[in-house]
């Protein structure tokens, strides 16, 4: 009984803005280690190569919704949102608060804050994927190609039934951003949306963990690279770790917007280093393909 109580209808205590202003720094230093990351894959390999690769570009690409949804973050933290106990907020705190969960709202639907760490993700996870077919180019199979077509689609798939757990959640519609009366725990607390996208995020980094596993072991590369292969390729655990431990401290504070928000910032700079991880080992090992002057 007690965890069902975690789900449903009590709403975390009120904050003030003051006690989520660690929350915001570090939403910002994740975002910025994030970035620092992919521009040393990206100048890195451009260096050596002197030449741009697909998923580099589709890893450029990811620093836009990473910086949109760091900033709107950002105004949340300062305005709150209508999942927190009401007694005692003024007019102004609570159209400050109705605003917030619109921003929240808009965050999920317009490709923003929730919706865009998982753009940047999916689109992470799709950059590592295409980076393993010219690891293992001897032994890529039409079987392999057919492989990676069903998982490109399933990271779509996934995405789309995150927007849709989104946006079904709550009814009527402009319950999202009400905040007196209380609007209900499934209209504030958006707990389809968090397991959704748990649960699917979870499932992807499986996929991506065992989807090259085949290709490694026939490849023809020394057993040690193998296994330092094998080993970088398994990172995603990390990220698989910490999906589960944000879905128990979410629901154990009931939906509180702020370790919502200081997770995600985690997870973001995480799974960055994780999709990354390949590239940047094959640089800092003076690896891979470069042109002839670096050889």
């Not at 451009?46 to 950002?74: Q, S």
């Not at 709150?80 to 102004?92: A, P, S, Y």
């Not at 032994?139 to 789309?160: E, K, N, P």
């Amino acid at each position: 009984m007690e965890l069902l109580r975690r789900f449903t209808n009590e709403p975390p205590d009120l904050r003030e803005f003051r006690q989520d202003k660690p929350t915001l720094l570090v939403s910002w230093w994740c975002a910025g280690y994030a970035i620092t990351i992919i521009a040393f894959r990206v100048c890195g390999r451009y260096v050596r190569t002197e030449k741009t690769y697909p998923e580099d570009t589709i890893m450029l690409f990811a620093i836009i919704p990473l910086l949109i949804r760091t900033a709107l973050a950002h105004v949340v933290l300062i305005y709150g949102t209508n999942n927190t106990k009401i007694d005692g907020l003024t007019d102004l705190e609570i159209r400050h608060r109705e605003l917030g969960s619109q921003l929240v709202l808009a965050t999920r639907i317009m490709y923003t804050t929730w919706q865009l760490i998982k753009i940047s993700l999916w689109v992470m996870k799709y950059s590592v994927s295409m980076y393993l077919r010219s690891l293992t180019e001897s032994v890529w199979q039409r079987s392999h190609q057919t492989m990676l077509r069903y998982l490109h689609a399933f990271l779509v798939l996934t995405y789309l039934a995150t927007v849709i757990s989104t946006l079904a959640e709550c009814r009527p519609f402009n319950h999202y951003w009400q905040v007196v009366p209380d609007p209900g725990a499934q209209c504030r607390q958006a707990y389809a949306q968090l397991f959704t996208m748990g649960s699917m995020n979870i499932i992807t980094n499986i996929a991506l963990i065992l989807f090259p596993i085949p290709m490694i072991l026939k490849s023809r590369l020394p057993q040690k690279t193998k296994f330092q292969t094998l080993l970088r390729l398994s990172f995603p655990l990390l990220c698989i770790s910490l999906t589960a431990y944000q879905l128990y401290s979410i629901v154990s504070r009931h939906g509180a917007q702020q370790r919502r928000s200081l997770l995600a910032s985690f997870d973001l700079l995480v799974s960055t280093f994780t999709s990354n991880a390949v590239v940047l080992g094959s640089l800092l090992r003076d690896r891979g393909y470069k042109k002839e002057k670096y050889k």
